[in-house]
Nanobody, 114 residues
Framework: QVQLVESGGGLVQAGGSLRLSCAAS????????MGWFRQAPGKQRELIAT???????NYGDSVKGRFTISRDNAKNTLYLQMNNLKPDDTAVYYC????????WGQGTQVTVSS
């Protein structure tokens, strides 16, 4: 069964940190590139970070230098370490395979207060 379960979100003050996790099952994770997406209120979902199966990473300009994507292939789990959070980072965060599939999890809410 294909499943993506995101967790780790919460309410944090600007400048704070959070670590998101994404547990993947159903064959989405192994051998595939994975990515973190986010969707802010009233905006389209955007891709912010990707990682290949071998660990090469890429970041959107809005998060570069502040966020770090990583993966544990033995646990089929994707991570996103978010540091120096800003109010503009407020969004629901999702993970998915790259290229993305139609299987989206429920996401995890990140709210950054100023």
């Amino acid at each position: 069964q294909v499943q993506l379960v995101e967790s780790g979100g919460g309410l944090v003050q600007a400048g704070g940190s959070l670590r998101l996790s994404c547990a993947a099952s159903g064959g989405l994770f192994s051998g595939n590139s994975m990515g973190w997406f986010r969707q802010a209120p009233g905006k389209q979902r955007e891709l912010i970070a990707t990682i290949t199966s071998g660990g090469s990473t890429n970041y959107g300009d809005s998060v570069k230098g502040r966020f770090t994507i990583s993966r544990d292939n033995a646990k089929n789990t994707l991570y996103l370490q978010m540091n120096n959070l800003k109010p503009d980072d407020t969004a629901v965060y999702y993970c998915n395979r790259i290229p993305y599939t139609t299987y989206w999890g429920q996401g995890t809410q990140v709210t950054v207060s100023s």
